[in-house]
């Protein structure tokens, strides 16, 4: 039966990968590096804001030491704050969805490979912090996916606040990356996929694919987990 869900953030619940992308593009340029939207969803989209400062710079013959890329990353949080509050980022479908579940006791949780600096500029003002139990970002875990350690962390966070454990396999994920998916899988937990960054084929690792989730139904999701 289903207990919980948790959610990737960019890509599923804000369209903002477009906004990070822009937002290291900005810093690069100091070092002539341009990272076209291919290359970002093909090589970088899974990474935290670390490792993509690391391999894109290697990607261009460049060497970055640890105290470089915190200072990048310092410079980059402020660039994608500024651009995000520009326009209203929540993806269409969502708000309704989250309120679907909420009418029917889902426990929900976020666990996004973003910084929470990031989140809370996207999610401010918006009322949807209130739908969830716990969110879990790159300051929390060390492991990128598809390491599971994220999603591992969150239903440990939603569980520390229930009498009666929630097992995994009680557990859906819904993410738009095939290795936020394998990531999924790895911690034993059903996949629901949106076709918001990736075509279905590249989210076969989903037991569902959706194109919105405001067309998902509760029953569906009950089916997952039976």
């Not at 394998?182 to 059903?190: D, V």
Request: glycine content about 6%.
């Amino acid at each position: 039966m289903l207990k919980a869900i948790i959610f990737d953030f960019d890509g599923v619940i804000s369209d903002t990968e477009r906004t990070h992308l822009q937002a290291f593009n900005k810093i690069l340029a100091k070092y002539n590096i341009e990272i076209s939207e291919t290359d970002y969803y093909k090589d970088y989209l899974g990474l935290n804001d670390y490792e993509g400062f690391k391999e894109m710079a290697k990607a261009h013959n460049h060497q970055l030491d640890d105290e470089e890329i915190e200072n990048l990353m310092t410079q980059k949080g402020k660039i994608f704050e500024k651009l995000a509050k520009t326009k209203s980022n929540i993806i269409e479908g969502t708000p309704e969805f989250l309120g679907m579940l909420k009418q029917n006791g889902i426990k929900m949780a976020i666990c996004s490979g973003a910084v929470r600096n990031d989140i809370d500029a996207i999610l401010s003002g918006t009322g949807l912090p209130d739908f969830f139990e716990t969110i879990i970002t790159a300051d929390d875990v060390k492991e990128s996916k598809p390491d599971p350690a994220g999603f591992n962390l969150a239903l440990q966070k939603l569980n520390e606040k229930q009498e009666r454990k929630i097992q995994p396999a009680e557990c859906i994920v819904v993410e738009d990356s095939p290795w936020g998916l394998e990531a999924a899988n790895r911690a034993g937990m059903h996949t629901l996929a949106v076709t918001n960054s990736y075509t279905a084929d590249e989210l076969n690792k989903a037991e569902k694919v959706v194109t919105n989730l405001g067309e998902v139904t509760i029953d569906e999701l009950q089916k997952l987990c039976t």
